[in-house]
């Protein structure tokens, strides 16, 4: 088995967590490839065993991983999805960060995830992607994402109008510092900061949060999966950004942005014993109060 390992830097009080992952893929005889940047930080640091080969395109990630480890935070796990794309392999995530909804397996469980996977005991999650079809060039071929697509004020001083139609019905013109996308996934990310309901990841749903909406009573909007949202910025102010997960473009004039679900989904990697309510419990501190 080939396993692609991915990440962007490696903190010091991670690398014996780092080398712990490397001796217990090499003991059960998985080959390893490190992307290419990552693995030029992580030699500054440590050395790693010849067998280890490198990676760079999304093209020599399929001709030769099974699988990726995303060795960071979420952010990490949203930066493998340009890698990954409609591929179908599957993503774990060994957080090595703090929060971490996507990256569920901490530092301190990777012997026992390895084992996880050597002995098969766990399942594939699908994960929903929003596309972006319009504008077209906007972010090159990387027209998804995982968590979100965020409609944000360029300018600190004023608020933008934004009009949003599901399926070409007018759904309201949002005065606000600018309004989410978001898929179950991203649920918990953006869109919750701003107030925005807990979707679980199979809902089959995408959920529309304003940000910091001029009117209190605005409130977020959960919709079918299968709508098609068109937005447009109107009024005075017509500088602001479009931001899909971690890449972000800026835009002066006025345009149609249309979004809607991918034709593809992100495969997630879940043990046997992890289940999605569990980790919010877990990442949210619920039921530490005892009079829960």
Request: charged share 20%.
């Amino acid at each position: 088995m080939n396993i692609a390992l991915f990440g962007k830097t490696l903190a010091s009080d991670c690398v014996p967590f780092f080398l712990r992952l490397i001796e217990r893929l090499c003991d059960n005889n998985i080959n390893i490839l490190i992307y290419t940047p990552y693995y030029e930080k992580v030699v500054e640091n440590l050395s790693l065993p010849e067998s280890v080969k490198t990676f760079q395109t999304h093209e020599e990630l399929v001709a030769q991983a099974q699988m990726v480890f995303s060795i960071g935070g979420d952010g990490t796990l949203l930066d493998t999805v340009p890698l990954v794309r409609d591929s179908g392999i599957p993503v774990l995530g060994i957080n090595m960060g703090r929060l971490g909804f996507l990256s569920s397996i901490s530092q301190t469980e990777i012997d026992w995830a390895i084992t996880q996977l050597i002995e098969k005991k766990y399942t594939l999650e699908k994960r929903t992607l929003l596309q972006l079809d319009e504008p077209k060039g906007l972010f090159g071929t990387i027209t998804y994402a995982l968590n979100d697509l965020s409609v944000l004020r360029k300018e600190s001083s004023t608020l933008i109008v934004v009009e949003a139609f599901v399926d070409d019905l007018f759904l309201n013109a949002y005065w606000a510092d600018g309004l989410i996308v978001a898929t179950p996934t991203g649920s918990t990310a953006y869109s919750l900061s701003a107030g925005g309901p807990i979707l679980t990841p199979n809902s089959a749903n995408f959920v529309i949060t304003p940000i910091a909406p001029h009117n209190l009573s605005v409130r977020p909007v959960v919709i079918p999966e299968d709508s098609v949202i068109r937005l447009r910025v109107t009024g005075r102010n017509s500088s602001y950004s479009i931001d899909m997960d971690s890449r972000i473009a800026f835009l002066d004039e006025p345009v149609d942005i249309v979004v809607r679900k991918a034709d593809f989904h992100l495969n997630l990697v879940k043990m046997q014993d992890k289940d999605f309510f569990s980790t919010i419990r877990e990442k949210m501190l619920w039921g530490l109060d005892a009079r829960n």
